[in-house]
């Protein structure tokens, strides 16, 4: 918990000064991610998801492109819009599914930023094409691999140069803190990505990191439980003539499922459907839910929905009716029976 420590003349690299600079308690979580994502490089904790977002966009030189999903997160979305208005960097946006669009615009561009699956719409990026065009061009390339989480995806093992998690979601997995992290493929980068942490002071608490560890030993079984219940409840809602359209790449027929097919090792926990009826009624089924949390964040032991365009900052490539599901690790059989009932309200 200390924020200093003893120590005399010229500091040695690597013992603990004072905890802007390092701290001993982030290590263990700091390496065990690493493990995890398969980098030889310890990670880099920040103080939320977006900090790790903010230390990774900082390597995009002055005026540099930087490609990115027009469905990414939405803060990741408001963060690169407003260095774009201040014309510290340029955006591109792309249809991230869609490598041969992709795949001109990374000429000339400094930073390719891959969401895959997309937060909320849960499309699936092609990691081999995309890393493949961007190496040869010389972009760096970044891998927001939250949903997936390391257990579901290795964008390492395609070459990518950095991943980025809000650790808030999964890696901690209990609603309970939250904490960003960035690992790097090399030590050059990591140490790019170290100093802004301590140079804008973007860390994260000594108790926070210990939660975060404390949580990522149970990310096994949380994620086998939690998918194996997102496998059974996309089917369901497929099944479900109160339901317009649902997504989650298991699905036979979802846009995104051969890919993830071939690149995932587990399809995650998040659902996107959306009822008949339009964004009333979708409203009327989270207000109805009782086992289910109505509310934002995902990735926690609970099982959490929401509206997402009832934030106004949500982008509107995401259509007003979709209700986004965190699958938990609940009883599968409770969770169907309080989305039934509260599907009701659907006429
Ligand atoms: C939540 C989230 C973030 C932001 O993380 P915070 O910890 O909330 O700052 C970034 N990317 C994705 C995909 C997320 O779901």
Redo the contacts with the bound molecule.
């Keep these: 918990m200390s924020s200093t420590f003893f120590s005399t003349g010229t500091p040695e690299p690597g013992t603990p000064i004072y905890t802007r600079y390092d701290s001993p308690s982030w290590h263990e979580f700091e390496e065990a991610v690493a493990a995890l994502e398969g980098t030889p490089v310890p990670g880099v904790l920040f103080g939320?998801?977006?900090?790790?977002?903010a230390a990774t966009l900082s390597l995009v030189p002055p005026g540099g492109r930087v490609v990115l999903p027009r469905t990414?997160?939405n803060?990741?979305l408001a963060l690169t819009d407003s260095l774009t208005q201040e014309k510290r960097i340029q955006v591109r946006h792309v249809d991230i599914t869609d490598a041969l669009e992709v795949t001109p615009s990374l000429s000339g561009a400094s930073m390719l930023w891959i969401?895959s699956p997309?937060?909320p719409l849960l499309e699936i990026a092609d990691l081999s094409a995309l890393v493949n065009a961007a190496r040869t061009r010389g972009v760096l390339v970044v891998a927001?691999n939250?949903?997936a989480t390391p257990l579901g995806q290795q964008p390492f093992d395609f070459g990518v140069d950095i991943v980025?998690?809000?650790?808030?979601?999964y890696l901690s997995g209990h609603s309970d803190v939250?904490?960003?992290i960035a690992l790097a493929a090399n030590d050059l980068l990591r140490s790019r990505l170290t100093s802004y942490r301590s140079t804008h002071g973007a860390i994260a608490s000594a108790m926070d990191a210990w939660l975060a560890l404390r949580g990522l030993r149970t990310l096994g079984v949380r994620v086998e439980r939690s998918q194996l219940n997102a496998l059974d409840l996309a089917r369901q809602l497929q099944d479900d003539p109160r339901i317009a359209w649902v997504r989650h790449p298991s699905l036979a027929d979802d846009p995104g499922h051969s890919l993830a097919s071939r690149q995932m090792m587990g399809y995650g926990s998040i659902i996107s459907f959306a009822p008949h009826g339009g964004q009333h009624v979708a409203d009327a089924i989270v207000e109805r839910t009782r086992l289910w949390v109505p509310a934002t964040?995902?990735?926690g032991v609970e099982s959490m929905l929401e509206r997402r365009r009832r934030h106004l900052h949500e982008p509107d490539t995401v259509p007003e009716d979709l209700i986004r599901l965190s699958v938990g690790i609940e009883s599968v059989v409770d969770l169907w029976a309080d989305l039934d009932q509260a599907l009701d309200v659907v006429q």
């Design positions: 939320s998801g977006m900090a790790a977002i990414a997160y803060t990741t969401e997309t937060n927001d939250t949903f980025v998690h809000s650790a808030t979601k939250v904490l960003g964040s995902l990735g």
